[in-house]
């Protein structure tokens, strides 16, 4: 793990996070290598990993995660999140960190596909919350292996979006925090811009070439999608450059890298 770097000034600021699973452990496990206080649920299981995360953590209940923290993180099955005490997020800005994956969410009945699930997602929460999508667009060991410093050459982006100024900033700095570049993604209404099947889904981008996306929906000049990767790539399991997307080529060994 090798997160943003914790400053005297972040020290203290405090998350909470619903579900301890393998994206609500990364982002906590960053949050506190970052100095952060962490209240994370455990509904099933507490102990184990949890323990092991150090005095900084609170295990606690949905019902009580909110308190004492400016922000909460949505990492529950999408199909789940309808179950939790939702009115306990009234005032707080709330990430919605899930996604929908008809493999793993069943069938929700009503379920509307063609409606950003963010959106959604806001229309379940009370209406003072201030929602902000994130955290959601790359994988949990993507997330896990890929924190830098905020000068780290390699530092890759997020994709931040929402309907508040706001708390769009308060979500910039947190993922700034965790180790990545916020890009400011635009409205709610266009989050399906960083959902499953987009584009940003998955890929592995700088934060100009993901604002080069986002404004023009193709790689920048120079960048060419789809080209294979050389067998040093390979070999490296990474690519040369910070910009690779298996998804938007739909094959793993084909990554964006520079046009040589
Ligand atoms: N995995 C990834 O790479 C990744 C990356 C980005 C975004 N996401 C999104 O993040 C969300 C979580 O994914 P995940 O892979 O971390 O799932 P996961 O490993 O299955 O963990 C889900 C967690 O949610 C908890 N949970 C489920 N229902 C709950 C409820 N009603 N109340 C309280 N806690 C509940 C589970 O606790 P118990 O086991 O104790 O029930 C578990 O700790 C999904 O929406 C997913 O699409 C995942």
Not at 99 to 126: C, K, M, Q, Y
Request: glycine letters at 10%; charged letters at 20%.
């Amino acid at each position: 793990m090798n997160p943003g770097v914790p400053t005297e000034n972040r020290v203290g600021r405090s998350v909470g996070i619903i579900g301890a699973g393998r994206l609500g452990l990364v982002v906590a496990r960053h949050a506190l290598a970052s100095g952060y206080q962490v209240r994370i649920t455990a509904s099933a299981a507490p102990g184990r990993p949890l323990e092991r995360l150090g005095p900084r953590v609170t295990v606690t209940s949905p019902s009580s995660v909110a308190e004492g923290v400016e922000v909460v993180i949505l990492a529950v099955p999408f199909h789940r999140f309808r179950e939790l005490p939702l009115g306990c997020l009234a005032g707080h800005i709330v990430v919605d960190a899930m996604n929908h994956w008809p493999s793993v969410d069943e069938t929700i009945i009503g379920f509307d596909s063609t409606t950003p699930t963010s959106v959604l997602v806001g229309r379940a929460l009370p209406s003072d919350v201030l929602l902000v999508k994130a955290l959601n667009h790359l994988s949990y060991h993507q997330l896990r292996d890929r924190a830098r410093p905020p000068a780290a050459p390699d530092r890759i982006a997020l994709a931040v979006s929402g309907d508040d100024p706001g708390a769009v900033a308060r979500i910039e700095d947190l993922v700034t925090d965790l180790g990545f570049d916020p890009v400011a993604a635009g409205s709610l209404d266009s989050s399906d811009r960083q959902q499953p099947g987009s584009l940003l889904f998955g890929s592995i981008l700088d934060a100009s070439t993901m604002r080069h996306l986002l404004d023009i929906g193709a790689p920048p000049a120079g960048v060419g999608a789809g080209l294979p990767m050389s067998r040093r790539e390979r070999r490296a399991g990474t690519p040369t450059a910070c910009c690779e997307s298996p998804l938007a080529a739909g094959n793993p060994n084909v990554r964006f890298r520079p046009v040589p």
